[in-house]
């Protein structure tokens, strides 16, 4: 069984994109720089920021956080947004989800520029991404189609069960996962809450993409031998033994199915890096305008 380890690939594309920066900014060109928007006092949205900040500083780029109080106005965040547009010394930035809610998600996306949309969540770039043009593709499946090239993990011809439904994982990676591309060429089957005979359906999973926010969900019954998985879920749980009183798990009860398989990923260290690093990856390209 191999472990797709997210945090040592992480160090090693950081690594590549960092002597990228160094190569290109020898002389007085300045970094790439990143900016996010913050608004409200949610922790693990201010843990995710945080570690966002902590990566741009690990490679070189320049980094800017925004940070606003829960009542920030949707009107508000727009300005700051459109400023954010037509601000030359940045080349991408995102907007920390969730937002307060009286904040309407789609509207903040629709007024973000596609071509600083790094996050992907931009109809232009979803469309373009869906009809396989280039496009800044979402951080997490952009994460994950790193994770399986760079393991070489061949998903060609092979069923992929993506657990999940939503606009930033489930949708998205079932997507990629569907491409004429390598990693991609699978055949996927999309489950969500209103999915029925699941565990059928996962037992005939070459891979599973698991994106549902429910801790250990997937069992060893559910997985068939030697297939590969990737756990994208984070979910806290209570842990009395742990200073901290809790402990973070995945969507796959990881440590019964991990004799079964091929591949997993595992949770901390997998997904979760990918996704910080894909996000580097995009503001790269923001910044060197390969984008067309
Ligand atoms: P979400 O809540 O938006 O979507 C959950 C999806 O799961 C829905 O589409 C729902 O239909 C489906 N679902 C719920 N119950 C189900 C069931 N019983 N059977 C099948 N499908 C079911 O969640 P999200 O934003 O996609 O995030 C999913 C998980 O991934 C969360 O734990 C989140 O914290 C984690 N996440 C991790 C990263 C990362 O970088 N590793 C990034 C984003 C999200």
């Not at 201010?46 to 900040?53: D, H, L, M, S």
């Not at 984070?234 to 402990?247: Q, V, W």
Request: charged content about 25%; some cysteine; glycine content about 6%.
């Amino acid at each position: 069984m191999l472990i797709l380890d997210g945090n040592k690939l992480s160090t090693i594309i950081r690594k590549e994109i960092s002597d990228k920066v160094r190569t290109f900014c020898k002389t007085d060109i300045r970094p790439p720089h990143l900016a996010a928007v913050l608004i409200g006092e949610n922790p693990a949205s201010q843990a995710y920021v945080r570690n966002k900040i902590k990566a741009c500083e690990e490679v070189g780029f320049a980094s800017t956080l925004i940070k606003k109080p829960e009542s920030t106005t949707e009107e508000e965040v727009i300005k700051i947004i459109n400023k954010l547009n037509l601000d030359k010394e940045i080349d991408g930035f995102i907007v920390q989800l969730p937002l307060p809610r009286h904040i309407d998600e789609m509207k903040v996306n629709l007024a973000i520029n596609p071509e600083k949309d790094v996050d992907g969540f931009h109809p232009n770039n979803f469309g373009r991404m869906a009809l396989g043009i280039p496009a800044f593709h979402p951080a997490t499946p952009s994460g994950i189609m790193m994770l399986l090239d760079r393991y070489k993990i061949n998903t060609d011809g092979k069923n992929c069960v993506v657990l999940g439904r939503s606009n930033i994982v489930g949708t998205p990676i079932s997507i990629l996962m569907s491409k004429k591309t390598t990693p991609g060429n699978a055949t996927v089957t999309i489950a969500h809450s209103r999915t029925s005979n699941l565990k059928e359906i996962c037992a005939n999973a070459d891979i599973i993409i698991a994106a549902l926010g429910i801790p250990n969900f997937v069992k060893s019954d559910m997985v068939k031998n030697n297939a590969v998985i990737i756990d994208v879920g984070i979910n806290k749980i209570d842990d009395h033994d742990s200073s901290k009183k809790y402990r973070l798990v995945g969507d796959v009860d990881f440590e019964n199915v991990k004799h079964k398989v091929s591949a997993i990923t595992p949770v901390p260290g997998g997904v979760g890096p990918m996704t910080i690093t894909a996000l580097l990856d995009n503001t790269w390209k923001a910044y060197s305008k390969t984008i067309k």
